[in-house]
């Protein structure tokens, strides 16, 4: 049962180019979200996907946008890219079972923005 | 949003055990309390999930009191590879949340 997928691993952008991280949920989980997080930080809740729709946003300007297929994959795209938005982009997948929920995390995508 | 306290960081040696208090004073009722642990450039791996009293899988327990505002995650005889950072998370209850990390406790285990 393969686990929570992310492309690319790493990626270097420059400021004010686009960027596109993808995710594949794990086997049977129908809702995806996503993270940022910098060094040192805790993860940052940027979004929730559930149903192709957005449920719920993290305090993240409109640069950040997403999309949930009927696969249950999901892209984050950040636009306008700033030398703050370098961190480590984590996407996390769950299903909730009477009520009760588990987020499980994938290994994430490295972004460096110079 | 349910706000979490955690110590920064911890020491142990090898083959003890850690016990890792997490404080929620603003827990709702519907929420859960989650716990991750994370190596450097890797995503979180969850551990234990638990809603009240006492929970235990294969690798660690958690205790929850009954007023639900701290839980304890306790990982049993650690070793060298348990050194990382550990994570609560508080507020995974079926869609209607933010979820909020802290920024976590850095447990090193000694030999």
Redo the contacts between chains.
Sequence with gaps: DAG?TQSPTHLIKTRGQQVTLRCSPKSGHD?V?W?QQAL??????IF?Y?EEEE????NFPDRFSGHQFPNYSSELNVNALLLGDSA?Y?C?S?L?LA??????????T?LLVL | LAKTTQPISMDSYEGQEVNITCSHNNIATNDYITWYQQFPSQGPRFIIQGYKTKVTNEVASLFIPADRKSSTLSLPRVSLSDTAVYYCLVALSGGSYIPTFGRGTSLIVHP
Excluded at chain 1, 55 to 58: N, V
Excluded at chain 1, 100 to 108: A, L, M, R
């Design positions: 929570v809702t979200s993270y040192g930080q805790g993860p940052q809740f929730q559930y449920r719920q946003r993290g480590l984590l996390a769950s909730v009520g009760e929920e588990t987020q499980y995390f994938g290994p994430g490295r």
